[in-house]
């Protein structure tokens, strides 16, 4: 174990609770994290003047990881969200959602396990709009070749780095040729190049119906912007929704660990928020810095605590308060 420079952004609303939560957790690990805490969000508004400071970007840029809670938007301030601006500015092209049930989840689905790879960057989140006359507006969906090639190879990279035998382009190309077309022509080149791992292609609105029908029978889904957007949540719902899903942003040698609810300052100090998705997204986190075996033991005791069913919040079935919860995963971690 080595020692590793982590940024943590605590958010807003619950954010400073499951980020606390996970930070707890991730220590009981002994993997040594140097932590650096900014304010981002609504509070950092009120602090700084902005709900992303520059002074954020330069920590992560300079420890290359980050762990985010939950930030809130300031609604009709002029401020984009927080995510998406942290996404641009800091190159991470790739959203990475991993889907698998949690024993005692409530779920119709049991033994889900698909990654979905989202293109970050582009496609019709680009943002290109223009009023063509007062009863008419456009989007431009913009896809590029070198975005799609990209994205392709980290599906493909991460298939291979974690023995997955699927990857499936998702796509609409039998209507948008163009550039639905060019996504499917990297993904294809790309294909080539790991032989030993399958490659499928299927139409977007087929695989919201395969998901619903049986989810088992897809792996890793190679998604432009807007179809993973919608897939990831979607998928998300096969396994208890978004409360018990993490989530990373990665980049070429810098990466974002989520959760990917909202910050429910409606709950927010009542010691009842779920810190279930940071808590994993920090087992994802341990295994991106190369600490394997830590981020193991965090992932089971999770797992351990939901399926003896004593210790969890309100929102799965429980009655537990948030450090109950968190001190039942931490003496499993800690064992």
Known sequence: MGQHTVVLLPGDGIG?????????????????IQWRTFEAGAKALEMYGSPLPEAILE???????????????????????????????LGLYANLRPIKNIPGVSSRYQDV????????????????????????????KRVTRQASLRIARFAFDYARSYSRKVVTAVHKANIIKLSDGLFLECARKVAADYPEIEYRERIVDALCMDLVLDPHRHDVL???????????DLAAGLVGGLGVVPAANIGDGIA????????????AGQDIANPTALILAGAMMLSYLGEEEAAQRVEKGIREVYSRGQYLTPDVGGTASTWEMVDAVLSHVCS
């Open 16 to 32: 400073p609770e499951v980020v606390e939560a996970a930070r707890r957790v991730i220590a009981a690990t002994g993997v040594e």
């Open 59 to 89: 920590g992560i840029r300079g420890s290359g990881v980050a762990l985010k809670g939950p930030v809130t938007t300031p609604i009709g301030s002029g401020f984009s969200s927080i995510t998406v601006a942290l996404r641009r500015k």
């Open 113 to 140: 396990d698909l990654v979905v790879v989202r293109e970050n960057t582009e496609g019709l989140y680009s943002g290109i709009e223009r009023q063509v006359d007062g009863d008419t507006v456009e989007a431009i």
């Open 222 to 232: 190679l998604c432009p912007n807007l179809y993973g957007d919608i897939v990831s």
């Open 256 to 267: 974002v660990f989520e959760a990917v609810h909202g910050s429910a300052p409606d709950i």
